[in-house]
């Protein structure tokens, strides 16, 4: 969590949070506040993204200080564009504070850099799970070749399919490929393996969401840096 998050977290009078926000961060808001769980869990949305834009322009228009918090970045699958510019067409000033995406920080816990000089100029950030409704699909054939290093979120269902799209379209069934399940969290855990067999690795470990898939030459440094089973302190 970086400071400003937690600066305008302790302002609050209304919190309208999501299912992977931890109970440590929920402990920072300050007693006063009200606290609306509005997470979606894979196949669960109790409210839809209507209703939260409607429950964050309501508060807002009663003149409360409302932080929508959410885990990871905003902007990074989190919904945040839509969310801004519902806030936007109702005229309601607002900010946007940056956050860290387990895209990124999943991986660095594993020992994976996602860029590296002697392996990779170059990332994609890509989800596994669309809306049936976006008009903007993930083009797996373009992506293989595009690109040193692909981050899939909310891929572990489909991650089979995507494999095997990916190889179609050029890439080696020997490219090194990570699964890290609960990137950061105490249990987490990491496979590391081939592109050809990760998802049958992630059947044998019974992986579960959230998970974060890597895949890219720059995965077979976490064989190496694994610093997370040893940390500092």
Known sequence: MTLKALEVLQKADVVIYDRLVSDEILRLVPEKAEKIYVGKAPGRHPLSQEDINGLMIKAAVEGKIVVRLKGGDPFIFGRGGEEAEALASEGIKFEVV?????????????????????????????????????????????LAGAVDTIVI??????????????????????????????????????IIGRLATIADDVERMAFKPPSVVVVGEVVNLGRRLAWFKKPLT
């Open 98 to 142: 940056p956050g860290i995406s387990s895209a990124i920080a999943a991986p660095a816990y594993a020992g994976i850099p996602l860029t590296h000089r002697a392996y990779a100029s170059s990332v994609a950030i890509v989800t596994g799970s669309q809306a049936v409704d976006a008009s903007k699909k993930v083009d797996w054939e373009r």
């Open 153 to 190: 979120l909310m891929g572990l269902k489909p991650l089979r399919d995507i494999a095997k799209r990916l190889m179609s379209s050029g890439l080696s069934p020997d490219t090194p490929t990570a699964v890290i399940e609960r990137g950061t969290m105490e249990d987490q855990r990491t």
